[in-house]
């Protein structure tokens, strides 16, 4: 018993140093690019490294679901994001959606957030894509 104890501690010690030298956790769109001009109904793509998904309400550490923000600032880190037409969730895990905006030109953030939908990090907000939506395909 006490062997299997000592192994077992030995593992969790390994899991905690690998997680101590994980790689700083990044989020971007994949879709659109920055400047990118796009029709009035167009793919969205998250994009994240070193960090993974899991649905709103599933307590993971390490885990959240993204959201897009619409020409608005981010929340600050640990504050709730909104829900409402700038602030959109995808509470299902989603990767990939498609929006549709009216004509003009925004500013598009994908922000990674925790199981209450609390912002995590500033590693976890996308750097700001500038977009043209046409209007027309
Ligand atoms: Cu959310």
């Known amino acids: ?25 990044e989020i971007y769109l994949r879709a659109p690019e920055n400047n990118a001009v796009v029709g009035p109904s167009f793919s969205v793509q998250f994009g994240l490294r070193n960090y993974s998904v899991a649905p709103a309400g599933v307590n993971i550490n390490g885990t959240g679901h993204f959201h897009i923000l619409i020409n608005v600032e981010p929340p600050a880190v640990g504050a709730v994001i909104p829900a409402d037409s700038l602030h959109r969730h995808f509470g299902g895990g989603q990767i990939e959606t498609t929006l549709q ?10 922000v990674l957030a925790d199981h209450e939908h609390k912002v995590i990090s500033r590693e976890l907000i996308s750097s700001p894509v500038r977009i043209t939506v046409r209007s027309r395909d």
């Open 1 to 25: 018993m006490l062997a299997t104890s000592a192994a077992t501690q030995s593992l969790q010690a390994q899991a905690a140093s690998s997680a101590d030298a994980k790689p700083a956790p």
């Open 101 to 110: 905006l009216a004509p003009g030109t925004y500013t598009l953030r994908a």
